[in-house]
């Protein structure tokens, strides 16, 4: 039971917290500092999670996936109650009536730190539909969970990442073409302007070379950016119509948290592994992580070199890759480290000078030391695949 029940974390997470955003916004952020912390603590403080089980039942983890669509909405609903005047929908009696509380009285004046407030929680919460979604979309020949992916996307700002991510991304891991791959002595705040603004670009192109030929108007309907777009833009309506300014400033916020999270998720998986345009994707350009809370809270995403060696694979069955750069304190306690980008790189840099000598061959080493060159860091110069190629 335990094995079903591992991944179910933010099905369960969320609606609580969501519930906490009604109840107390200014509090709010608190519960995803506690979840952060609870994460690290489980991830330093307990073994490693390396265990591949056998389902029987393996329609109960895809459950996971669909019910996150009515979580996340949830969430969304909670903050468009905070920003709305008055009692939107009748939520605040229908709690009042059932716990004795005074929402009613309140809901007309949640403060402008409240609105922050819900809107970063929310945000943290929503950061997960790209977990999710990324599983989903990836299922490119069935066009329900497609569907249901792109929205999940949508509804976090990024339905974009359903095409840079399956069909660039995989395709241009670890060379110079992906913009989600992070460069040596990048830091994270400039590596979140360059991929989100890259992937939009690299999935714009991947469109207009599906439909070249077509006239510029089918073009246009047909692109998937544009139709992304399309389906962020009928929720910033919804906010606005039923908040105004206060409920769209709550949702870009919880936007930005959200890519900025996500982004980091993107930093840490790929940071300065290099590799040739055209060579294949093996398990050494990603970093992986076998910490336990990483591994479950996360399903499995932190199995990545797997996952780009088989991105067919579903997320319960992926597998612990030995040989591959570790990140060993988590996802969550990685992401925060390379928040402060000097202790980032003081932690990655020895890593990925053993990386260049002892797993990259021969052509890695040579872009290895180009990369090390072009970072202008210190921590990056004088390495062994840099000292190679200067011999010759």
Known sequence: MYHYLKHSFFVVTIPIVAILVVVAPDWAFVAPLAIAAFHILIDIGTPRETSVPSYRMPGALDAYLYLHVMVSLLSLGALLWVAAPGDLWGVGQWLDRRFNLDLVGTSDHASWSALVAAGLTVGFLISTNTLVGHELVHRTTDRFAMF??????????????????????????????????????????????????????????????????????????????????????????????????????????????????????????????????????????????????????????????????????????????????????????????????????????????????????????ELAAQANRQSRHRLFAGTKAQAVVEDH
């Open 148 to 365: 249901t992916g792109r929205w999940l996307l949508a509804l976090a700002g990024d339905a974009q990442f359903s095409i840079s991510h399956v069909y660039g991304h995989h395709v241009n891991v670890g060379t110079p073409q992906d913009p989600a791959t992070a460069r040596r002595g990048e830091n994270l705040y400039a590596f979140v302007l360059r991929s989100t603004l890259g992937q939009y670009r690299e999935a714009w192109e991947i469109e207009q070379r599906k439909l070249r030929g077509r006239s510029w108007l089918s073009r246009l309907l047909a692109n998937k950016v544009v139709s992304g777009i399309a389906m962020t833009a009928i929720v910033v309506v919804g906010f606005y119509a039923y908040t105004g300014t206060r409920g769209l400033v709550a949702y870009a916020l919880a936007l930005i948290l959200a890519k900025v999270l996500f982004e980091g998720v993107n930093y840490i998986e790929h940071y300065g592994l290099v590799r040739a345009p055209g060579t294949r994707v093996e398990p050494r350009h990603s970093w992986d992580c076998s910490t336990r809370a990483a591994s479950n809270i996360l399903m499995n995403l932190t199995r990545h070199s797997h996952h780009h060696a088989d991105a067919r694979v579903k997320y319960w069955a992926l597998k612990p890759v030995d040989g591959t750069l570790d990140l060993p304190y988590g996802y969550f306690g990685h992401i925060i480290m390379a928040m402060i980008p000097p202790l980032w790189h003081r932690f990655a840099a020895p890593r990925l000078a053993e990386w260049d000598d002892k797993t990259a061959n021969p052509g890695e080493r």
